[in-house]
């Protein structure tokens, strides 16, 4: 049941933040206009989607160049 992250309420609640467990659903929290300012709202979903791709366009970027560099480092014997 949705209810205020910060009280019990469970009317005018806005989505304010979703947490992704590493097992199962995330979990999606709510708060009410009273405690809203603690909770910033969510960004929209295409902003969401924006952030996972660049987060994760540069993890693959680093963990590229970490191989990339393990590959200079130690592989010059074999060919
Ligand atoms: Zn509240």
């Known amino acids: 049941m949705k209810q205020c992250a910060g ?46 791709s660049v987060t994760h366009a540069r993890r693959e970027e680093e963990s590229r160049q970490r191989r990339g560099q393990g590959r200079r480092r130690g592989g010059a014997a074999r060919s």
């Open 7 to 52: 009280c019990e309420r469970t009317d005018a609640l806005v989505r304010v933040a979703t947490r992704s467990g590493a097992s199962g659903p995330g979990i999606t929290l709510y708060a009410c206009p009273l405690h809203l300012p603690e909770y910033p709202p969510l960004p929209g979903a295409d902003e969401i989607a924006l952030i996972e």
